[in-house]
């Protein structure tokens, strides 16, 4: 059973048969993907976004569940979707690989992924996607309420405290 770590696939040139190869609707299922970039030109790279943006839209799967695709490129991340980072080091660490063997715990939860993973395949990506954004507009709204209702309990606090002493 293996652990999801990264998948670092060096990108060398912009051909057809490279892009046909490297982009496949099952690459993010089992493990997060990061295309390196930076062996290309910066025009080269900016067109290389578009066409594995492209990609996803037209295929209709996500680059971010059920495990995300990163781009390691010299572009500014405002560029696109996509998650865009300048350096390997600057990858999210939890998926770093990890020294030593699993034990039995982790075993198990890895077991569990994998069947988890063979659900994920079937699921529509734009219905899941909509509904995680009206979850997170949801609890953003909640978040912002709690905290509004802690400043005006804290006003309450200090002006039931100055009423008491005079």
């Not at 293996?2 to 490279?18: A, C, D, F, H, R």
């Amino acid at each position: 059973m293996s652990l999801p770590v990264y998948q670092m696939i060096p990108v060398k040139s912009t051909s057809l048969e490279e892009l046909n190869s490297l982009l496949k609707k099952d690459m993010n299922l089992r493990h997060p993907v990061v295309l390196n970039l930076l062996q290309l030109d910066i025009d080269t790279q900016r067109e290389f976004i578009g066409l594995i943006e492209n990609f996803f839209v037209s295929e209709n799967i996500s680059f971010k569940f059920p495990y995300a695709v990163y781009i390691i490129t010299l572009h500014e991340p405002s560029i696109s979707l996509m998650p865009i980072v300048s350096d390997p080091a600057r990858l999210p660490r939890f998926f770093h690989q990890k020294e030593g063997r699993m034990n039995v715990k982790e075993s198990h939860l890895a077991g569990k992924n994998k069947l988890l993973q063979q659900e994920v395949s079937n699921a529509d990506t734009t219905l899941h996607q909509s509904e995680v954004r009206s979850f997170a507009l949801f609890h953003r709204r909640i978040f912002e309420l709690e905290r509004e209702r802690d400043f005006t309990l804290d006003l309450l606090n200090r002006l039931s405290k100055k009423v008491k002493n005079g």
